[in-house]
């Protein structure tokens, strides 16, 4: 799937090894050592990070851009469909989700914020609002459920449910929170520093849960 090579990821103010600088932030310091493709009790491990718009990336990609991404739909489907919270007590802190590929591979997996992410509403069978999410158009969807659209007033981020066994939340991804934005679909009825109230959807406005938050919060 991909070659094997040797990568150390470092946190905050960590020296390039090797030619290749893995920084990101997290609230804990520590470094960890891997290798794509390597073997661990006879199962093969891989490592992946998915962006703020839900493009997926070789963990060690130098550039992570759309040209890099992989674009493969039906891989894309294979890999989310199989999406998890990692339960292995390996890098769970560095990698929180894991997509098992049988029992012979395991693929570690690290996000910007949440995994699943939005990208566009597209209109089911029978007419319905579906969202589909990391850049498989209609191979992963789910429904679109405008009531539980939840914006982070902090960040500016918008979130949306998603599979429990993901961690039940879900980003919007910045292109689409934007259009919704522009498209006035958000409406602050308790002044724009506090979350969205409502939100206008087929002509409606409707009436905001905000249940999202807490979770957002405590992530």
Same mark, same amino acid.
């Given at each position: 799937?991909?070659?094997?090579? @040797?990568?150390?990821?470092?946190?905050? +103010?960590?020296?390039?090894?090797? +030619?290749?600088?893995?920084?990101?932030?997290?609230?804990?310091?520590?470094?960890?050592?891997?290798?794509?493709?390597?073997?661990?009790?006879?199962?093969?491990?891989?490592?992946?990070?998915?962006?703020? /718009? +839900?493009?997926?990336?070789?963990?060690?990609?130098?550039? !992570?851009?759309?040209?890099?991404?992989? !674009? %493969? &739909?039906?891989? #894309?489907?294979?890999?989310?469909?199989?999406?998890? @919270?990692? %339960?292995?007590?390996?890098?769970?802190?560095?990698?929180?989700?894991?997509?098992? =590929?049988? !029992?012979?591979?395991?693929?570690?997996?690290? =996000?910007?914020?949440?995994?699943?992410?939005?990208?566009?509403?597209?209109?089911?069978?029978?007419?319905?609002?579906?969202? *589909?999410?990391?850049?498989?158009?209609?191979?992963?969807?789910?429904?679109?459920?405008?009531?539980?659209?939840?914006?982070?007033?902090?960040?500016?981020?918008?979130?949306?449910?998603? *599979?429990? &066994? =993901?961690?039940?939340?879900?980003?919007?991804? %910045? &292109?689409? *929170?934007?259009?919704?934005?522009?498209? !006035? @679909?958000?409406?602050?009825?308790?002044?724009?520093? /506090?979350?969205?109230?409502?939100?206008?959807?087929?002509? &409606?406005?409707?009436? #905001?849960?905000?249940? #999202?938050?807490?979770?957002?919060? =405590?992530?």
């Amino acid at each position: 799937m991909v070659g094997i090579w @040797r990568h150390i990821i470092r946190l905050p +103010g960590a020296k390039s090894v090797l +030619g290749i600088n893995h920084t990101w932030l997290q609230p804990h310091r520590r470094s960890i050592t891997y290798i794509q493709g390597q073997f661990t009790e006879n199962v093969r491990e891989y490592f992946y990070y998915v962006d703020h /718009q +839900g493009m997926l990336f070789q963990d060690d990609s130098k550039m !992570k851009n759309f040209t890099s991404c992989i !674009k %493969d &739909k039906q891989f #894309l489907r294979f890999f989310f469909k199989r999406l998890k @919270r990692n %339960d292995l007590l390996r890098y769970e802190h560095e990698f929180p989700y894991i997509s098992p =590929c049988g !029992k012979k591979e395991i693929n570690f997996v690290r =996000c910007f914020d949440h995994p699943i992410v939005y990208t566009h509403v597209i209109r089911g069978s029978s007419g319905e609002s579906l969202l *589909s999410h990391n850049q498989a158009d209609r191979l992963l969807t789910t429904e679109f459920q405008p009531a539980e659209v939840a914006m982070d007033p902090n960040t500016g981020r918008v979130y949306h449910p998603a *599979s429990e &066994k =993901c961690g039940s939340v879900g980003l919007i991804a %910045d &292109k689409l *929170s934007i259009l919704w934005t522009q498209e !006035k @679909r958000f409406i602050f009825g308790n002044s724009e520093e /506090q979350p969205p109230t409502q939100f206008v959807w087929d002509g &409606k406005e409707i009436e #905001l849960s905000n249940r #999202l938050l807490k979770s957002v919060s =405590c992530n």
